[in-house]
């Protein structure tokens, strides 16, 4: 019963990495940082509590969470591939610009600067070993299906193979056709869509938004795109990982024989850790990070 416990507890701690990192993987792979999917996750997180609150009705904040992961996206987007910024600055921008327009919009909206008010979500009364409320969740099965939704596009759609090619060689895809920018522009839509969703789990799950509620969320699913080698499967593996470690951390937290503060770095030290193993070995797209024309 512990064990299932565990196992459920996992699975529910994994779905935001598992969103994420699942448009992390989109946007490597056609050649743009995902650095802004902290910024993405927190900025859906703030739209579904805000459009689940207005509309009565979780739905609505899904769809609203959608839109604002994605609108940052683009903003992304405009930067990186229309004027051709630097992407690390820009993703270091987008989370910033998150993080302060999160809490300015906070306090105007719900005249509070630490939470919203109850909104409402898809959870039902917890049961047993939990997964009687992860079944009724229709999140966790978006989050289940993204990875592999994720990998057939990539390899199975002429669009996975554009960006694919982008990500790889842009001015060979370039000159047999392949619209670039728009490949790219697509490419980052769909990733911040899919990280706004991630935002939109944790808001409608904890029935609330909190002030910067991603707690570096949105960094950890980067980490599991690198240490999965921009390979959606191990990705999403790297995932359930990174989401055990995180489990462990929160079940340590009850017993007096380690510091807290040091059960609090479980999840980091394993993210650097495998990081550390990882690159050096690992080849990322050969355009990645490059603006060129």
């Not at 009724?136 to 694919?164: C, D, E, K, Q």
């Not at 790889?168 to 980052?188: F, M, N, R, T, Y």
Request: glycine share 12%; hydrophobic share 55%; net charge positive.
């Amino acid at each position: 019963m512990i064990f299932l416990a565990l196992v459920a507890q996992t699975v529910r701690i994994s779905m935001p990495y598992l969103f994420a990192s699942a448009g992390g993987v989109l946007s490597e792979r056609s050649g743009l940082i995902g650095l802004g999917l902290e910024g993405y996750m927190l900025a859906g997180a703030f739209t579904a509590a805000l459009g689940s609150y207005y509309g009565q009705n979780p739905w609505v904040g899904v769809i609203a969470g959608v839109g604002g992961g994605m609108a940052l996206a683009l903003l992304y987007a405009l930067c990186s591939i229309r004027y051709k910024a630097d992407q690390v600055v820009v993703g270091v921008a987008i989370n910033l610009l998150a993080v302060g327009a999160t809490r300015f919009f906070l306090r105007l909206v719900f005249r509070s600067s630490s939470n919203s008010p109850r909104v409402p979500g898809f959870s039902v009364v917890e049961t047993g070993t939990g997964f009687l409320a992860l079944a009724h969740n229709p999140l966790i099965w978006m989050g289940a299906l993204s990875i592999p939704a994720v990998a057939w596009l990539l390899y199975r759609t002429p669009f996975g193979l554009r960006v694919r090619a982008v990500g790889e060689h842009p001015g060979a895809a370039l000159s047999v056709g392949v619209p670039v920018p728009k490949v790219q522009w697509i490419a980052v839509a769909l990733s911040g869509a899919l990280a706004g969703l991630g935002g939109a789990y944790l808001a409608l799950d904890q029935h609330q938004f909190s002030d910067q509620m991603t707690a570096g969320r949105g960094f950890i699913a980067l980490a599991a795109v690198i240490f999965g080698r921009w390979d959606p499967v191990r990705v999403g593996f790297a995932c359930l990982l990174f989401a055990a470690a995180e489990t462990m951390e929160i079940r340590l937290q009850g017993t007096s024989q380690i510091p807290g503060q040091f059960v609090q770095m479980i999840p980091y030290l394993l993210t650097i850790v495998a990081l550390a193993g990882v690159v050096g070995r690992a080849v990322p797209p050969a355009a990645l990070g490059k603006s060129g024309d």
